[in-house]
């Protein structure tokens, strides 16, 4: 991605909308769940992907950096994001191509310092980045019990039990966000909020007993809580049925928002197997897991979505056409 196409996509923060929820789509019980790579090729996407978030960030000119930064704070000011975090609730930026999200990252930046707490949380997915994992979660996927997966917890830094499994430290999920914290406290010339990353794998219906659930509840009484997403995976690439596949226009953007807040009206309802369910087989949400934590901490809250836009991963990955990502901000608020 060159800068001409970066910039362009951060002219996107002029569109502020959010589309009522209304389409209904029934959760098959037949439907297969996403594929989107093989266990044996789950590795070289991890890398594909990571070169590609370092590489077009370092495209970034000082000039842009600022103009990223003021742009989020125009977005969040608008969208009074600081509100969302201070009264308890949470936002999640999407992990996309980077000239897709960085605007709705540096969004949730400015709130995480706006809200003036010196500690994030971030509760992140983990993505099934080798073969034991992705062969753990297409099991799941399928209706097994995901208490019977031995890689089944929440990992992330100087965690006991991270020998399991240390795929989360190559994860791009949080690449960006921990990018533009540090830029933001150079360029408000103070320390940075201390970051507690928590990464969540097979969560199941079932959070409170997940291996590490209860000291992630305490240790989230003092934080603000934010997280990553990309809560809808569509397209031919993504195993969309090819009647129901959208692309990227007006049309497509509006369908694909309204699937997604189908599936989080079952997480603000706190009915976690609907909400997993409809990511499996409905959006392809990688969100199932830790969307379902976050909601047992701080819900009930109400679901909202932001500036929806679309990042083509047709030709990053060689999918067939339409293959696309949701990029989309969302705020939970609580009631």
Same mark, same amino acid.
């Given at each position: 991605?060159?800068?001409?196409?970066?910039?362009?996509?951060?002219?996107?923060?002029?569109?502020?909308?959010?589309?009522?929820?209304?389409?209904?789509?029934?959760?098959?019980?037949?439907?297969?769940?996403?594929?989107? +790579?093989?266990?044996?090729?789950?590795?070289?996407?991890?890398?594909?992907?990571?070169?590609?978030?370092?590489?077009?960030?370092?495209?970034?000119?000082?000039?842009? !950096?600022?103009?990223? +930064?003021?742009?989020?704070?125009?977005?969040?000011?608008?969208?009074?994001?600081?509100?969302?975090?201070?009264?308890?609730?949470?936002?999640? +930026?999407?992990?996309?191509?980077?000239?897709?999200?960085?605007?709705?990252?540096?969004?949730?930046?400015?709130?995480?310092?706006?809200?003036?707490?010196?500690?994030?949380? !971030?509760?992140?997915?983990?993505?099934?980045?080798?073969?034991?994992?992705?062969?753990?979660?297409?099991?799941?996927?399928?209706?097994?019990?995901?208490?019977?997966?031995?890689?089944?917890?929440?990992?992330?830094?100087?965690?006991?039990?991270?020998?399991?499994?240390?795929?989360?430290?190559?994860?791009?999920?949080?690449?960006?966000?921990?990018?533009?914290?540090?830029?933001?406290?150079?360029?408000?010339?103070?320390?940075?909020?201390?970051?507690?990353?928590?990464?969540?794998?097979?969560?199941?219906?079932?959070?409170?007993?997940?291996?590490?659930?209860?000291?992630?509840?305490?240790?989230?009484?003092?934080?603000?809580? !934010?997280?990553?997403?990309?809560?809808?995976?569509?397209?031919?690439?993504?195993?969309?049925?090819?009647?129901?596949?959208?692309?990227?226009?007006?049309?497509?953007?509006?369908?694909?928002?309204?699937?997604?807040?189908?599936?989080?009206?079952?997480?603000?309802?706190?009915?976690?197997?609907?909400?997993?369910?409809?990511?499996?087989?409905?959006?392809?949400?990688?969100?199932?897991?830790?969307? !379902?934590?976050?909601?047992?901490?701080?819900?009930?809250?109400?679901?909202?979505?932001?500036?929806?836009?679309?990042?083509?991963?047709?030709?990053?990955?060689?999918?067939?056409?339409?293959?696309?990502?949701?990029?989309?901000?969302?705020?939970?608020?609580?009631?």
């Amino acid at each position: 991605m060159n800068r001409r196409e970066l910039v362009k996509s951060i002219g996107l923060l002029s569109s502020l909308s959010c589309f009522p929820a209304g389409i209904k789509s029934a959760i098959a019980s037949d439907h297969q769940p996403q594929r989107r +790579f093989s266990p044996d090729t789950i590795s070289w996407y991890a890398k594909r992907t990571i070169k590609n978030y370092q590489d077009s960030f370092n495209q970034l000119s000082n000039d842009q !950096v600022n103009i990223i +930064f003021e742009r989020g704070k125009v977005l969040s000011d608008s969208l009074k994001l600081k509100q969302t975090l201070t009264q308890g609730g949470v936002l999640t +930026f999407p992990h996309v191509h980077i000239g897709d999200c960085i605007h709705l990252t540096s969004a949730v930046v400015n709130a995480c310092f706006a809200s003036g707490s010196d500690k994030i949380l !971030v509760i992140s997915l983990m993505h099934a980045l080798n073969k034991e994992l992705m062969n753990a979660y297409l099991r799941v996927a399928s209706g097994l019990d995901p208490k019977k997966e031995s890689l089944r917890g929440i990992y992330g830094p100087g965690l006991a039990y991270n020998n399991i499994t240390n795929t989360w430290q190559s994860d791009h999920v949080l690449y960006l966000f921990r990018k533009l914290v540090s830029i933001e406290a150079k360029r408000r010339n103070i320390k940075a909020p201390k970051i507690i990353e928590r990464f969540v794998f097979l969560s199941g219906p079932d959070p409170f007993s997940l291996r590490g659930f209860k000291e992630l509840e305490a240790m989230s009484k003092d934080a603000v809580i !934010v997280s990553s997403a990309d809560h809808a995976h569509h397209g031919l690439g993504y195993q969309t049925p090819f009647n129901n596949t959208y692309p990227i226009d007006s049309i497509g953007l509006l369908k694909v928002q309204e699937m997604i807040q189908e599936g989080l009206s079952f997480l603000d309802a706190q009915d976690y197997k609907s909400y997993q369910q409809h990511c499996f087989n409905i959006t392809h949400s990688d969100w199932e897991s830790a969307g !379902v934590v976050i909601n047992a901490i701080r819900g009930p809250m109400q679901s909202s979505l932001h500036c929806m836009g679309g990042s083509d991963y047709s030709d990053f990955f060689n999918f067939p056409k339409p293959s696309w990502v949701a990029s989309v901000l969302l705020k939970q608020d609580k009631g």
